[in-house]
Every structure is written in structure tokens, then in C-alpha cells.
């Protein structure tokens, strides 16, 4: 089995910063692209940030200059920095990845999830 485990929510005021984590483990040959997506109360899940094994970053429009998306592969780990924090980033934060187990398989994983509450 492969498996997604974050850690680093929690309860931060508005202008706060707070730092995601999310490794990957299990049967691993390799992981492309790698991701966090957030689904605030009552909203369908968007895609927050991406990243390629690369190296090449993707944000949404809302959190750019305020959040970093990185990632360690020798750990098979993703990283979501989180500045200027904001009311409206307050979700539930699931991180991605695209891991490939053999050659000719590929598997998309998700995380559990992590809370994340900004208070104005």
C-alpha cells in the first residue's frame, strides 16, 4: 500500500503563518506530480498548489506571494508554507500525489486531510 500523511494544521489569527507537511510511504518507485487542494465548509475541494517532480510550481490564483509549495524527494515529502493567512483559507487541507508503484502502474493518493482555521 502506498500512504499520505499530513501533519502542521491548527488554529492560527489572520497574517499568521503555518507550515503543512504530507509524506508519502509504502510501495514507491517514483511520485510525479504532488499537490495540495483545500475544501472549505460547505465548498467543493479546489486544487491550492501543484507541483512537478521537476520542480515546477503551480498556484491558485488566490494564495499566490502568499503560500509555497516545495517538496524533498529523497524524503518523499511535500511541504505547503502558508503565509499572510487569511479568514478565507480556512479549510480542510488534503495533499496529492501521483506515485508510480511498477512500471506499469500508477496510483493517485490522497492524504487524510488536516484543519486548518484562520480566526479574523
Known amino acids: 500500500q502506498v500512504q499520505l500523511v499530513e501533519s502542521g494544521g491548527g488554529w492560527v489569527q489572520a497574517g499568521g503563518s503555518l507550515s503543512l507537511s504530507c509524506a508519502a510511504s509504502?510501495?514507491?518507485?517514483?511520485?510525479?506530480?504532488m499537490g495540495w487542494y483545500r475544501q472549505p465548509p460547505g465548498k467543493q475541494r479546489e486544487l491550492v498548489a501543484a507541483?512537478?517532480?521537476?520542480?515546477?510550481?503551480n498556484y491558485v490564483d488566490s494564495v499566490k506571494g502568499r503560500f509555497t509549495i516545495s517538496r524533498d524527494n529523497a524524503k518523499n515529502t511535500v511541504y505547503l508554507q502558508m503565509n499572510s493567512l487569511k479568514p478565507e483559507d480556512t479549510a480542510v487541507y488534503y495533499c496529492?500525489?501521483?506515485?508510480?508503484?511498477?512500471?506499469?502502474?500508477?496510483?493517485?493518493?490522497w492524504g487524510q486531510g488536516t484543519l486548518v482555521t484562520v480566526s479574523s
Open positions: 496529492n500525489a501521483g506515485v508510480v508503484v511498477t512500471s506499469r502502474s500508477y496510483l493517485s493518493v
Open positions: 507541483i512537478t517532480s521537476g520542480g515546477y510550481t
Open positions: 509504502g510501495s514507491i518507485f517514483s511520485i510525479n506530480d
